[in-house]
């Protein structure tokens, strides 16, 4: 039985019943509006540690003044339902005054990782992230927490805060779910109309597209303005960024790279879609 966790006190008096028998704890965190790819995650949890535990928190500190959290869904009954049916043995579920009540003073930044790509087009959500992100994780004490790399940036953003504050839960990154025709799993999905659905599904053959390329020598400034003009060509509206990248770093590549990654950031109508690859 899924048990619904309101309080700190509760969620704390759930993990020490878990530990105290010697047992493990995994930790998903999400905004909730659950789709496969958060369900693959507390998954990847059961299969690795004895209990899961996933937060759903629609984070204020993280949204822009002009972005989407009054009409980010919220669907508490349909989230939870399915996290019963894949025997999750808890929910935390916390009201914004137990995240951050009365007098909460502090920000958690984290320095170069951040900067780039989303933190020039969303240059105060890493800081909202990392902040809740370190508080969930303080809160929780688990063993092991699970993030989706659909949100790479945030992966390597996280995982750099964890070890640089010294918290002791293992960060573990979780490969990118998609749908069947390549898209990957996202809760914004869901604002996009029909025919935008048709165009949103090209991204990601733009993006192995760009990896064909990259195996074959093709100068890389010339591989990231062709696919650019072909996403606008598409149909996309706009691109933030289409680019590659070092995998650690996310800055551009150097001699020294020892792995890269391909990364995206395009607007559809009303909808910002991200994805990214591995790339040789």
Do not use: W
């Not at 909460?104 to 959500?125: A, C, D, I, M, N």
């Not at 800081?127 to 004490?141: D, I, K």
């Not at 064909?212 to 149909?235: C, F, M, P, R, S």
């Amino acid at each position: 039985m899924t048990k619904i966790l309101k309080t700190i006190e509760e969620l704390q008096d759930f993990v020490r019943n878990i530990k105290k028998s010697g047992n493990s704890v995994g930790f998903v965190p999400t905004m909730g509006a659950l789709h496969e790819g958060h369900l693959t995650l507390a998954r990847t949890a059961l299969k690795n540690c004895d209990a899961c535990i996933v937060s759903i928190f629609v984070n204020p500190k993280q949204f822009a003044p002009h972005e989407d959290f009054d009409r980010y869904p919220r669907m508490m009954d349909k989230d939870t339902a399915l996290l019963r049916t894949i025997g999750v043995d808890a929910v935390f579920a916390p009201d914004v005054e137990t995240m951050y009540p009365i007098g909460y003073q502090t920000t958690v930044t984290v320095g170069e990782v951040s900067k780039p790509l989303e933190g020039e087009f969303r240059p105060t959500h890493f800081a909202g992230v990392a902040t809740v992100v370190a508080r969930l994780l303080l809160l929780v004490g688990a063993d092991k927490a699970f993030f989706g790399e659909k949100d790479y940036q945030q992966l390597q953003v996280i995982t750099q805060m964890a070890t640089d504050l010294a918290i002791p839960t293992k960060i573990v990154g979780v490969p990118i779910v998609r749908e069947e025709s390549g898209l990957a799993l996202s809760s914004r999905n869901a604002y996009l109309s029909g025919q935008e659905k048709k165009i949103a599904d090209q991204l990601n053959v733009v993006l192995f597209a760009m990896a064909d390329e990259l195996k074959a020598g093709t100068d890389i400034a010339h591989i990231e303005k062709n696919a650019a003009q072909k996403l606008l060509d598409l149909g996309f509206d706009s691109i933030d960024y289409c680019t590659i990248r070092d995998a650690k770093t996310l800055m551009p590549p150097t001699a020294e790279t020892k792995a890269r990654r391909i990364l995206a950031a395009v607007k559809l109508g009303k909808t910002r879609l991200i994805d990214n690859i591995a790339a040789n």
